[in-house]
């Protein structure tokens, strides 16, 4: 681009397609960069007409996210799109010009990215699903739908700076419920591997996921928790599809489609710092019910009025 994506003129300075460089630590498409990609075209664009949205997946990796922001910023990319909290340190640190839009990230004022959800300021606005506030309603409703339960793993990447905002507000929640929080700090992934692997029937009664993908965690979980029948709570549906017995969080779908939104206005010239972060409020509860039969556990009939989805 000739001028900063924010100067008076904005909208001519960014060529079509304008180019967007998506940075996740998962596997493969989120369904919070799908709902991006959706949201976008429902609001006319075009894909490779008007924008082109190429993604970096660095699998579990957080050292990677610096490496491939960092390519993407010598490649000259227009907008950088995070998939995750775990990106955001690196975006603003090597591109501080460039305009971030991030999705789906815990709290951005809490991680000290930004100054205010109303004036976030600098380069940096995006969507927000709050997960910490909604982790001890998390563990709430794990209790309720596995009643009785006193210890309960939660397994986490040392190294994340989300996870720790995650661990306090686990702890805070245990206190209350009454309910053991059996800690696990994990720093590679051979030693989530290990840790999951090694893991025996009885030594926990559930395992809580953490919301980062970071060190392949979530998955080894659904393994872990198949292995050994046990109650499984994670924070998107992505893992109760393949195997966890609930999760309970924002639909990161409409996380991606309320990004495409603040992209668009970026893309109109608005200052990405004047631009407000937005709440995804469309919690969801959603329980695999096929688990729960597998694991022999019935869904108590007062909580099932509250569950949003039902997967057979």
Same mark, same amino acid.
């Given at each position: 681009?000739?001028?900063?994506?924010?100067?008076?003129?904005?909208?001519?300075?960014?060529? =079509?397609?304008?180019?967007?460089?998506?940075?996740?630590?998962?596997?493969?498409?989120?369904?919070?960069?799908?709902?991006?990609?959706?949201?976008?075209?429902?609001?006319?664009?075009?894909?490779?007409?008007?924008?082109?949205?190429?993604?970096?997946?660095?699998?579990?990796?957080?050292?990677?996210?610096?490496?491939?922001?960092?390519?993407?910023?010598?490649?000259?990319?227009?907008?950088?799109?995070?998939?995750?909290?775990?990106?955001?340190?690196? #975006?603003?640190?090597?591109?501080?010009?460039?305009?971030?839009?991030?999705?789906?990230?815990?709290?951005?004022?809490?991680?000290?990215?930004?100054?205010?959800?109303?004036?976030?300021?600098? +380069?940096?606005?995006?969507?927000?699903?709050?997960?910490?506030?909604?982790?001890?309603?998390?563990?709430?409703?794990?209790?309720?739908?596995?009643?009785?339960?006193?210890?309960?793993?939660?397994?986490?990447?040392?190294?994340?700076? #989300?996870?720790?905002?995650?661990?306090?507000?686990?702890?805070?929640?245990?206190?209350?419920?009454?309910?053991?929080?059996?800690?696990?700090?994990?720093?590679?992934?051979?030693?989530?591997?290990?840790?999951?692997?090694?893991? =025996?029937?009885?030594?926990?009664?559930?395992?809580?996921?953490?919301?980062?993908?970071?060190?392949?965690?979530?998955?080894?979980?659904?393994?872990?928790?198949?292995?050994?029948?046990?109650?499984?709570?994670? +924070?998107?549906?992505?893992?109760?599809? =393949?195997?966890?017995?609930?999760?309970?969080?924002?639909?990161?779908?409409?996380?991606?489609?309320?990004?495409? /939104?603040?992209?668009?206005?970026?893309?109109?010239?608005?200052?990405?710092?004047?631009?407000?972060?937005?709440?995804?409020? =469309?919690?969801?509860?959603?329980?695999?019910?096929?688990?729960?039969?597998?694991?022999?556990?019935?869904?108590?009939?007062?909580?099932?009025? /509250?569950?949003?989805?039902?997967?057979?």
């Amino acid at each position: 681009m000739a001028a900063p994506p924010w100067a008076p003129d904005a909208a001519a300075q960014f060529r =079509r397609p304008v180019r967007i460089g998506g940075v996740s630590e998962s596997w493969g498409p989120t369904p919070a960069l799908v709902g991006l990609r959706d949201g976008l075209v429902e609001l006319g664009y075009r894909e490779h007409d008007d924008f082109v949205l190429g993604v970096r997946f660095t699998r579990g990796d957080f050292a990677a996210l610096p490496i491939v922001t960092r390519e993407f910023i010598q490649q000259g990319v227009d907008v950088l799109v995070l998939g995750s909290t775990s990106a955001l340190a690196a #975006a603003t640190e090597i591109a501080p010009k460039t305009p971030v839009i991030f999705v789906a990230a815990l709290d951005p004022v809490a991680l000290g990215a930004v100054r205010s959800y109303a004036r976030p300021g600098g +380069n940096l606005t995006g969507v927000t699903s709050e997960d910490v506030e909604l982790s001890p309603k998390r563990l709430e409703l794990l209790r309720a739908l596995v009643p009785g339960i006193k210890r309960v793993l939660f397994a986490y990447d040392g190294g994340n700076a #989300a996870s720790a905002l995650e661990l306090k507000a686990y702890r805070e929640a245990s206190r209350t419920l009454g309910i053991e929080l059996v800690e696990r700090t994990l720093r590679t992934q051979d030693d989530a591997q290990r840790t999951f692997g090694n893991l =025996r029937k009885g030594e926990v009664q559930a395992i809580l996921a953490p919301f980062s993908v970071t060190l392949n965690i979530p998955a080894f979980i659904v393994e872990a928790a198949s292995r050994l029948h046990l109650p499984a709570m994670f +924070n998107d549906r992505f893992y109760v599809e =393949r195997g966890g017995l609930a999760s309970y969080g924002a639909n990161l779908h409409e996380s991606g489609r309320q990004a495409a /939104r603040l992209l668009d206005k970026v893309i109109r010239g608005v200052r990405p710092g004047d631009i407000p972060i937005e709440v995804n409020n =469309r919690v969801e509860l959603v329980v695999n019910a096929k688990v729960a039969r597998a694991i022999n556990l019935a869904i108590p009939r007062g909580l099932l009025p /509250r569950v949003d989805r039902v997967l057979e």
